[in-house]
């Protein structure tokens, strides 16, 4: 049980409050992996809440022919930016894998990468960016390559009292060319099964340098350094990718888990090293990537940096709460617990359902996976307070008219991600929408009227805003 709950407001104040810790206090950002490890049965009596920083570490910076993210950096962040969108392809593609909007919204890239494991979708496209890890502590700041900073299955090679500050990439650039692709066993909310990241450099039409990075193939990322010895030199014709692939696939020892056996990643691995150097060599490893991302996310102004004592002050669907002894809590439990606000449903309690979506700052996010401290300073929307006064929302209303809710149990988190996307994206596509509620199980198969009553929504939300400005 979390006993002690710090929420530092400057950097220096973390690694000063990391330096006084004891082994079973641990970081937190946003949550998205360290409340999971919470919920089933992760020894820790105390948290450093690092989310306060975000003035600090929550940043994205060029600096010549390389891309920096402060560790606060989200996966949203990274599809959102033209800067790695350009030259860092592989990335923005894993980052678009990573869970589902709700998760994009709050998972950090650095949160992946200390977490450690070879299915975490970013790290291989880390990899083959050449990425470089600062870390910083009261001693001061060094600097980690990938391989180096990624020492083994959920371990690094961060010391006691130290944090990830930044990570920075290589640019893609003029001449070099990537991609990342991933095997689950679904399209959003997966685990990987296999992941690979390649980045390849030109001369004219010569491969000059090759990287191929695989996840989920062994304790850590893998590199495999005869397939990429092979590329170099050849123009990437047919005979070469084929030749890649297979030494690819010749060069792991695969792992044999529930998600997959050995066999069936070795065969894997080479279907899908080949097929990237294939989108690569024809020019469309960006086919597939959305042009505008649904991010859910629609920010409010940035509020000042409330000092938390204890107690939550936070503003829930326009009143002021608040609530007390809950730093043990996830938000999900301490609104329904400490505020009596039930609407929202624990359906998993580990990101998984999409029951508890509610929006945080006008982020979409799953409850169940913040720590109620959190939203100490923060303005909440629950489904509670969607109405406007005795008015549906329009999402709602939809949802009634076109009979859309069957239990009912995963409706709150259904209106709540089509709600936010209404207002983030008023003319959705069919893509959009399935994008949006792709966090959101309804376990009574009823997705048909979902989404014919979140597209229904945007149309009265489109007609409104074409009467609001006469057109």
């Known amino acids: 049980m979390i006993e002690v709950y710090r929420r530092p407001t400057s950097l220096a104040d973390a690694l000063s409050e990391l330096a006084r810790a004891g082994a079973d206090t641990r970081l937190i950002a946003g949550g998205t992996d360290v409340m999971v490890e919470l919920g089933r049965g992760s020894k820790a009596t105390g948290l450093i809440d690092l989310s306060a920083l975000e003035p600090e570490l929550r940043f994205i910076a060029e600096d010549g022919d390389r891309l920096t993210m402060g560790a606060l950096t989200t996966h949203n962040d990274i599809l959102g930016s033209p800067a790695f969108r350009r030259d860092a392809l592989p990335l923005v593609q894993a980052c678009a894998e990573v869970g589902a909007p709700q998760i994009r919204a709050r998972g950090t890239v650095a949160g ?18 050449d990425a470089e890890v600062e870390v910083a502590g009261l001693a001061g700041c060094r600097r ?28 893609l650039g ?80 695969p792992i044999d888990d529930i998600r997959a056996s050995a066999a069936y990643r070795r065969t894997t691995v080479a279907a899908l090293v080949e097929r990237a150097l294939d989108q690569i060599a024809d020019g469309t490893e960006a086919n597939g990537l959305a042009v505008e991302p649904v991010l859910l996310e629609t920010l409010s102004p940035a509020q000042a940096v409330l000092p938390f004592t204890g107690s939550v002050d936070t503003t829930i669907n326009g009143r002021r709460y608040q609530l007390e002894d809950v730093q043990h809590l996830s938000l999900l439990d301490a609104l329904r617990d400490a505020a009596g606000l039930t609407g929202s449903k624990e359906g998993c309690a580990e990101g998984e359902c999409g029951a508890c979506t509610m929006w945080l700052d006008g982020r979409a996010v799953m409850s169940c996976l913040v720590p109620a401290p959190q939203a100490h300073g923060a303005a909440i929307t629950t489904i509670e307070g969607l109405a406007d006064g005795e008015a549906l929302h329009e999402v709602q209303q939809a949802f009634i008219d076109h009979g859309a809710v069957q239990c009912g149990f995963c409706i709150p988190g259904m209106i709540m991600a089509g709600a936010k996307l209404v207002e983030e994206c008023p003319d959705p596509t069919t893509a959009d929408i399935r994008s949006a509620i792709s966090g959101n199980i309804c376990r009574c198969t009823g997705y048909a009227k979902i989404l014919t ?13 074409r009467i609001e400005v006469g057109t």
């Open 174 to 253: 003029p001449t070099r060319r990537g991609m990342f692709l991933k095997l689950g066993l679904r399209k959003a909310q997966a685990i990987s099964v296999i992941s690979v990241a390649v980045a390849l450099e030109f001369d004219g039409p010569r491969v000059i340098e090759a990287r191929i990075a695989l996840g989920c193939v062994a304790p850590t990322i893998v590199r495999v350094p005869e397939a990429e010895v092979s590329l170099v030199g050849s123009t990437l014709d047919r005979a070469a990718r084929l030749r890649a692939a297979a030494l690819a696939a010749a060069a792991i020892a």
């Open 453 to 465: 009553a979140i597209a229904s929504a945007a149309d009265v939300e489109a007609e409104t805003q």
């Open 112 to 129: 992946n990468l200390v977490t450690a494991s070879p299915a975490n979708d970013t790290i291989a496209a880390l990899f083959v960016l």
């Open 144 to 171: 980690l390559g990938i391989a180096d900073f990624c020492t083994g299955f959920r371990t690094t090679a961060l010391a006691p009292g130290e944090l990830v500050r930044s990570i920075s990439i290589r640019k």
